[in-house]
């Protein structure tokens, strides 16, 4: 039920459907974008425009999710996200 209100709020909100994707070319720091094979949210033009405008980008697939690899694979998702913190500046 709380999820169901927390996504209510978040979808009735303007700003909901406008893309981000041309502020991914102003990213100055290393990024790390993490999808499932699975994913039905962050489509294949998606992670092409992160390739193309991310200088510093990294993309990371899983095989066995969907797009909430943070709980489909938690412990490969927080080994990939701690070694990318880890990694030298």
Known sequence: ERS??????ITAQPEFCA????????LTMPALLITGQA???TS?????????EVSR?????????GHFAQFEQAEDYAQAVTNFALQPG
């Open 39 to 41: 994913d039905l949210v």
């Open 4 to 9: 169901g209100r927390h996504h209510e709020r």
């Open 44 to 52: 294949p033009d998606q992670i092409e425009a992160f390739r193309q």
């Open 57 to 65: 980008g990294e993309i990371m697939g899983f095989e066995r999710s």
């Open 19 to 26: 893309s981000l994707l041309p502020l991914l070319a102003t």
